[in-house]
Nanobody, 126 residues
């Protein structure tokens, strides 16, 4: 059973930076893709970024491209989301997610991700 634990959220002013971490445990992750999704109040959960564990290929939503960077540290079983130039519209609960078949289907569809963390709040003030 995969467990995902996020950390690193908080309150930051517009233009600032935060780094989210997701500690993953329970399986070997070589066939996995790991994603970051976010959900603002009253809105659907949306894709932000993903990384294929093997090879490190990345994928970004247009809304975060150029500002966010996803990475992983295989030795620590941890996925990061570095968020720069934050905007008030980035305010949301951010979730880490794991897709066990992500090596092959690697994508933005939240329904492909079977395991989810509890989420961490990011609030960007204007």
């Amino acid at each position: 059973q995969v467990q995902l634990v996020e950390s690193g959220g908080g309150l930051v002013q517009a233009g600032g930076s935060l780094r989210l971490s997701c500690l993953a445990s329970g399986r070997p992750f070589s066939s996995y893709a790991m994603g970051w999704f976010r959900q603002a109040p009253g809105k659907e959960r949306e894709f932000a970024a993903a990384i294929r564990w093997s090879g490190g290929i990345t994928l970004y939503a247009d809304s975060v491209k150029g500002r966010f960077t996803i990475s992983r540290d295989s030795a620590k079983n941890t996925v990061y989301l570095q968020m720069n130039s934050l905007k008030p519209e980035d305010t949301a609960v951010y979730y880490c997610a794991a897709d066990s078949a992500g090596y092959w289907r690697f994508g933005r569809n939240k329904d492909d991700y079977e395991d989810w963390g509890q989420g961490t709040q990011v609030t960007v003030s204007s």
